[in-house]
């Protein structure tokens, strides 16, 4: 069983950074890979950024990439997502997720619905 407890969401200006946090709390030790996905009313689930199991390669979406930067560490059992210069267009619900299946790991960290843990999501907002 896994539980993942997102934080750090906040309202920000234009530019400004915020850094989310999701810590994983699990009965067991099992690697899992690891995702930041972001969702805005009336629209689908979009990945954001993806680790490997314990804390391998890392995937991004190409338009955020040098933007945002996901990373695990592994001792406080917590994935982050550190957002720099922000936009009005970041403005979502965000969500980490969490799988230990390598079909999902290695073949569709993209698919949200392919998921089985996620967080309840945490808010970011974005002012021009």
């Known amino acids: 069983q896994v539980q993942l407890v997102e934080s750090g969401g906040g309202s920000v200006q234009a530019g400004g950074s915020l850094r989310l946090s999701c810590v994983v709390f699990?009965?067991?030790?099992?690697?899992?890979?690891m995702a930041w996905f972001r969702q805005v009313p009336g629209k689908e689930r979009e990945g954001v950024a993806t680790?490997?199991?314990?804390?391998?390669?890392?995937y991004y979406v190409d338009s955020l990439q040098g933007r945002f930067t996901i990373s695990l560490d592994n001792v406080k059992n917590t994935l982050y997502l550190q957002m720099n210069n922000l936009k009005p267009e970041d403005t979502a619900m965000y969500y980490c997720?969490?799988?230990?299946?390598?079909?999902?790991?290695?073949?569709?960290?993209?698919?949200?619905?392919?998921?089985?843990?996620w967080g309840q999501g945490t808010q970011v907002t974005v002012s021009s």
């Open positions: 997720a969490a799988d230990s299946r390598a079909a999902v790991c290695f073949g569709s960290r993209w698919s949200a619905s392919e998921y089985y843990y």
């Open positions: 699990r009965d067991t030790y099992r690697d899992y890979c």
């Open positions: 680790i490997n199991p314990g804390g391998g390669t890392i």
